[in-house]
């Protein structure tokens, strides 16, 4: 296909779309958001009301360290483990940043709109919890982002964004309120949606011409160093992410000590497959900077479950290896013409799926002897119009919300691709990607650098003697 010649001029297109979309979230916001009775002035009479007898019991003071984790992983974690290219770290870590503050702001309203509108007032009350939330739904559009990373424009970011939040929203809801799924760290409502949204996003956007930057698509040891940082960010706040809205008490114990069970393993076997496939068993930056994260991801739902410290270790085991092996073959370029920055779907996309499916599994094999029945009632939320299913159908629908999550981030991604494609976005040409000087104003000294040997790409095999 014929593509017109890219202007990257943004001056007047991102500005306006800062401009507009802000005031916009202004309005909104003052339609429709209003304080939570737990941070409301109003909370000195609530609490005499409910018979609340301290202010230590404020939902503020069980969520705010969880809710700082999270933060911490949304803007440091996942915004260094982008800054690996040798050319592009203004871009990996500030337009993170960007999308980040805006996806925070229209999540607030998506989510509200769907779980916390109050029908009589017509407003959306928030508090802490709502916050964690918010960050969680910028999540996907931020994995999104790792698969497009170095070839899109912040505009087009900003309308990834916008879209991916929205989804989120809708997908979350069928998958959470009406499936009545369980997914404390998100393996199918982030992970697994977020993956395939940007996967699907950059097939669409396919550049047949993109080995033009191709001297760009790499890293330098510094650039890996700073990207380090981020993975060392994300692993040691994932215990965090994984409990932050799950139940107080045993629940959000039993998923921190899962989450932080599956990580130290999967680091374990991810350093025994990198060194196993080079000839002298020398390690890969590239999949200790991301194939180690995998034992988060793929105990996101089955976090708050009985899965046993020992099950933990297994999923750990298996998904360092399985994430690995993605980045040691990587099959999506070079079958299905997909272009995956940083190998999205071996570190959310594939490991979220298993995830949502390892959840379905834990969830069909509970048991009333291992629970108790109060236990049961209280993990997997048997109240209400569900006081009466079986922990078998709950693992069928566990299931069924994992391919409602890949479906999502399937259809919706494609859509939003060919929404960018219109020649409007002022996107980088194929041999002008994955270079800050597209965006940034750059210091003199790096700007006429010269071809550094490639190095360390994330998703081209460097055909090593297995």
Same mark, same amino acid.
């Given at each position: 296909m014929l593509r017109i010649p890219s202007n990257t001029n943004i001056r007047v297109s991102l500005p306006a779309v800062c401009f507009v979309w802000q005031i916009a979230m202004i309005i909104l916001f003052g339609v429709f958001i209003r304080y939570d009775e737990e941070s409301d002035a109003h909370w000195v009479e609530f609490r005499r009301e409910n018979n609340i007898t301290s202010d230590i019991?404020?939902?503020?003071?069980?969520?705010?360290?969880?809710?700082? /984790?999270?933060?911490?992983?949304?803007?440091?974690?996942?915004?260094?483990?982008?800054?690996?290219?040798?050319?592009?770290?203004?871009?990996?870590?500030?337009?993170?940043?960007?999308? @980040?503050?805006?996806?925070?702001?229209?999540?607030?309203?998506?989510?509200?709109?769907?779980?916390?509108?109050?029908?009589?007032?017509?407003?959306?009350?928030?508090?802490?919890?709502?916050?964690?939330?918010?960050d969680f739904c910028c999540a996907g559009s931020l994995i999104a982002y790792g698969a497009l990373l170095g070839k899109v424009s912040p505009v087009q970011l900003l309308v990834v964004t916008l879209f991916g939040v929205t989804l989120f929203a809708v997908e979350e809801y069928i998958i959470l309120d009406l499936l009545h799924c369980r997914d404390a760290g998100g393996s199918m409502v982030i992970h697994a949606f977020g993956g395939y949204y940007g996967l699907a996003i950059s097939w669409v956007l396919y550049r047949p011409n993109l080995h033009q930057s191709k001297r760009l698509n790499g890293s330098v040891y510094h650039s890996d160093v700073f990207a380090m940082i981020g993975t060392l960010f994300l692993w040691m706040f994932w215990p965090s992410f994984n409990s932050a809205i799950t139940d107080?008490?045993?629940?959000?114990?039993?998923? @921190?000590?899962?989450?932080?069970?599956?990580?130290?393993?999967?680091?374990?076997?991810?350093?025994?497959?990198?060194?196993?496939?080079?000839?002298?068993?020398?390690?890969?930056?590239?999949?200790?900077?991301?194939?180690?994260?995998?034992?988060?991801? @793929?105990?996101?739902?089955?976090?708050?479950?009985?899965?046993?410290p020992y099950g933990s270790l297994i999923v750990g085991f298996c998904t360092g290896i399985i994430s690995t092996f993605g980045y040691l073959f990587p099959f999506l370029e070079k079958h299905l013409k997909l272009q995956d920055t940083c190998g999205v779907h071996n570190l959310h996309a594939m490991p979220g799926m298993l995830g949502g499916f390892i959840g379905a599994i834990v969830a069909a094999a509970a048991d009333e002897s291992v629970y108790s029945r109060e236990g049961l009632i209280n993990t997997f939320d048997f109240e209400g119009e569900f006081a009466n299913r079986s922990v078998g159908t709950q693992g069928g629908f566990q299931a069924a919300g994992t391919c409602v999550a890949i479906a999502?981030?399937?259809?919706?991604? @494609?859509?939003?691709?060919?929404?960018?494609?219109?020649?409007?976005?002022? /996107?980088?040409a194929d041999d002008n990607c994955y270079d800050d000087e597209v965006y940034w104003e750059v210091p003199e000294d790096e700007e006429a650098i010269p071809p550094v040997l490639e190095y360390n790409n994330h998703m081209i095999h460097k055909h090593q003697d297995m």
């Open positions: 019991e404020n939902d503020f003071y069980f969520r705010y360290p969880s809710f700082q /984790d999270v933060h911490v992983m949304i803007f440091v974690g996942f915004g260094f483990l982008m800054t690996f290219l040798k050319r592009y770290s203004f871009g990996g870590v500030g337009f993170n940043f960007l999308i @980040a503050a805006f996806g925070l702001q229209w999540a607030l309203l998506m989510q509200g709109w769907f779980h916390a509108l109050n029908p009589e007032t017509g407003k959306i009350t928030i508090g802490v919890e709502s916050l964690i939330n918010a107080h008490g045993d629940g959000q114990h039993r998923a @921190a000590i899962n989450t932080y069970l599956a990580l130290a393993s999967s680091v374990l076997t991810t350093v025994a497959i990198s060194s196993m496939s080079q000839k002298r068993g020398k390690l890969d930056m590239v999949h200790i900077q991301n194939a180690t994260l995998a034992g988060g991801v @793929a105990m996101g739902t089955a976090a708050e479950f009985m899965i046993t999502f981030g399937l259809v919706g991604g @494609a859509i939003v691709g060919f929404i960018l494609r219109f020649p409007i976005w002022g /996107d980088p």
